[in-house]
């Protein structure tokens, strides 16, 4: 089955338009975030808090996110996030100092909340309405197109940024946010009502105990976090603010190396997505972990950066969307919402994680190339894991 094929199911097919629109405004804000830190001067512990801020959300709410969205009309949930986007967006406009880098970073919390809710929700309710080929490439459409919006959302987000400042950038991503909007209004979507008549304290306690039953749930989700080892926002910022701004503009910087990445990713899944399977999938994180020990020896000269981040980019997207799929397959429908929001809670604390150490290494006098270098080799040890998941349970 294609995914021309998969795009004529009306559902997908709207929601991939509204997934498209939502994803490319979170990405072409996401660059006036950080140019706006880099021009007020902002340390890399701040830059690193705050792109760690946008992925706290799904380690903290997790619980409660699974909770909600099985317990809550999809829908409905959907349009309240959505506002719930725009209203934070616009937020942002009135932050003018490292003053008020505090109100900017709960600004960001929030919105990231409502993101990140928004996807778990969206990644609960694919198994609920297909199976096995159409939801393989679902999940596949899904991080091409999330791939498509962040290096377009990047790339056009870095020259806006660059020419007509921040607030116009975030008063353009609210107008997006509006537009999708507008979208899910049109959306028909049928699903049998599932009545939960526990507490949510109850709900809580029986998704945590099936989780903890499920072992081969667990050891998939934390394959599933190794991906955020590539959470290269703060590394890509303090690249173009240390190396790179002596050559190029910083936003246009940061656009271009994101949006190059991101070129890696959506072109990606066409020639392996085909190929990747339970049988060879650890010689994918090998394949990751060398691309991203290639982009460290080429961080020296910006534009060999540019097309080893292409490399980097060109796996993720396939490891991503593959080692979902067999969390997906593994999990009980009843389950769905609450196994989905701790498996990203799990991938957030990852990306956290890789924030944090990105920001501290730095400030603590270790180059750029010896971190990058470091996150690569990360994934050695995951192909190793693989390996021995694979003997004792598949």
Known sequence: MSYVETLKHPVIARLSLIQLISYFGTWFSQVAIFSMLVAYKADAIIIAFTAAMAMLPAVILAPIIGIIIDRIDFKKLMMTLLIVEIAMTLGLIFINSLEYVWVLMILVFIRSSAASMLFSAEMALFPKILQGEMLKNTNEIHSIIWSFSYASGMAIGGIVTYYVGYDTAFIIDAVLYGIAVLLLLGLKLSLEKVIHTDSNWQMFKDGFNYLK??????????LHAAIGLTSFDALITLLADFQYKEVIAVPLAIGLMNATRAMGLMIGP????KIISKNNLHYFFLLQGLAIIFWSTMEYNFYLALIALFVTGFFITTLWSYTYLLIQEETEQKYMG???????MFFMLSNVATALFIGYASKGGISLEIITMTLGSGFFFFALYYIWFKKNYL
């Open 213 to 222: 039953s499920k072992k081969k749930i667990l050891h998939l989700i934390l």
């Open 270 to 273: 066409f020639f392996i997505g």
């Open 338 to 344: 609450r196994v989905i929001s701790y498996n990203d």
